[in-house]
């Protein structure tokens, strides 16, 4: 046992009255909510890369933590595994989710990674088993060490390629043998700088080749997990393949991988993009290929990727009404992919901001629940549609234009506008959140 949370215990539920910044006020895991646990409905977990591997640089200026498992041996990634699981336990989290890089050191050679990285699976699969803390999904970091920096599948060398191909199968393998429910891919360096130096058409041939592999190999071992990819539209590349869910759809479609591969999507990411969170999940689940998300938030006057815990209750019940819309996270859930500010120096700080996006998600769940029970949103939409569900409007879809033109002729139809009622709705949203 490590003391670098000594003093914490494990956080416990103390309800909405409760002013201790280590308490839940609304997470309750075994609480019923529409008749499930609500941790099987959150599916919360703790990223290993934010919480235990990033040291609080900016672009100005390096570390500002002070871990004492921050090193490149193997001693201090067996640290930090002991102190990531004292942290999973003291939250009550039932996953995590990390890449190969963030919980062992590169070695000299990726045989030598890799034994590294196997090295700690290890030590995570005996903390598993003892604490019942599973693995939401793994995912290889593609875009850290400088080969990466002209991209991982989309580089205009083929050995980096093979290279890529050769680490992902040991993250999925490792994945698989966790017992994971899902594994990630996200394109980090998958987009280009400039077109002057890029050749998108064959970039984009490269992408769908390498995901196709990923998923012929997930079916040779027979891992049962979902492949997602991750949407984001830029950051680091400035011009990111993976742009948003429609245009990884898209992609999807193209290479025929629609109902193999679904998305994880975040929040930031979503509004880098142009879009809501909610917009993204709904497409998502529209398009049937809702998968998983990464729950965090972006400063929105930065205009950056900036990954602070959620805090908009709002935002997230919104969110989260469109996946109980979309019937709930099968292996999805929510992954915090958020870190602390840089100048939250202490252990205390780590816990407490898991605990406030922890308890922001549970209150989300109970307010999207109240939404769905009380039926207004539901009830509006199915009023607001209801033209569509009569037998002359079916038959419509099943005709052609010059049968509709005829038919508006004769019938002389000149349809009157109706209100779209978006402020009732908006201050209908208000009584729940
Ligand atoms: C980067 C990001 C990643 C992925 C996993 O913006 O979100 O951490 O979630 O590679
Ligand atoms: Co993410």
């Given at each position: 046992m490590s003391d670098f949370f000594a003093g914490i215990d494990k956080v416990p539920f103390k309800g909405p009255e409760s002013d201790d910044p280590l308490a839940f006020r609304f997470y309750e895991p075994d609480r019923l909510v529409l008749g499930k646990r609500m941790e099987d409905h959150l599916r919360m977990a703790v990223c290993y890369w934010h919480s235990f591997a990033w040291p609080g640089g900016d672009p100005f200026g390096g570390q500002t933590f002070q871990r004492p498992w921050f090193g490149d041996t193997m001693e201090h990634a067996r640290l930090k595994a002991e102190v990531a699981f004292e942290m999973?336990?003291?939250l009550r989290v039932p996953f995590f989710t990390f890449h190969d890089r963030d919980i062992a050191p590169e070695g000299a050679s990726l045989a030598e990674s890799n034994a590294n990285v196997r090295a700690i699976a290890e030590i995570f699969a005996e903390k598993m088993a003892a604490t019942g803390v599973g693995l939401l999904w793994g995912t290889a970091n593609l875009f850290s060490n400088r080969r990466f920096m002209a991209g991982a599948a989309t580089n205009p060398d083929p050995e980096v390629f093979a290279y890529a191909a050769a680490q992902v199968k040991c993250a999925l393998?490792?994945?698989h043998e966790l017992g994971g429910a899902n594994y990630v891919l996200w394109g980090g360096r998958e987009g280009y700088e400039t077109l002057l130096n890029t050749d998108m058409k064959r970039e984009l041939e490269q992408a769908g080749r390498f995901l196709s592999m990923v998923v012929e190999y997930k079916n040779r071992i027979g891992f049962p997990g979902t492949i997602l990819i991750e949407p984001k539209p830029q950051e680091p590349t400035k011009h990111q393949y993976d742009y948003d869910v429609a245009t990884v759809f898209g992609f999807l479609q193209r290479f025929g991988l629609e109902g193999e591969v679904k998305v994880n999507i975040e929040t930031g990411h979503s509004v880098l993009a142009g879009h809501s969170f909610e917009h993204e999940i709904a497409t998502a689940v529209a398009l049937g290929v809702f998968g998983s998300v990464d729950a965090n938030r972006n400063d929105y006057q930065s205009g950056w990727d900036t990954d602070q815990f959620p805090n908009n209750v709002p935002e997230v019940a919104l969110a989260i009404y469109h996946i109980l819309k979309g019937g709930g996270f099968t292996t999805?859930?929510?992954?915090?992919?958020?870190?602390?500010?840089?100048?939250?120096?202490?252990?205390?700080?780590?816990?407490?901001?898991h605990v406030g996006g922890m308890d922001v998600c549970a209150r989300g769940?109970?307010?999207?629940?109240?939404?769905?029970?009380?039926?207004g949103l539901e009830a509006a939409l199915a009023e607001r549609y209801a033209g569509w569900e009569t037998p002359g409007a079916r038959a419509m879809l099943e005709s052609d234009l010059a049968a509709i033109a005829e038919r508006v002729e004769r019938e002389r139809i000149d349809p009157e506008p109706r209100s779209g009622r978006q402020e009732r709705l908006e201050n209908w949203i208000?009584?729940?959140v």
């Open positions: 999973f336990e003291r393998d490792v994945t999805g859930g929510f992954n915090f992919d958020a870190k602390l500010r840089r100048q939250s120096l202490d252990p205390v700080d780590l816990i407490g901001a769940l109970l307010a999207a629940a109240a939404m769905i029970e009380d039926g208000n009584r729940f």
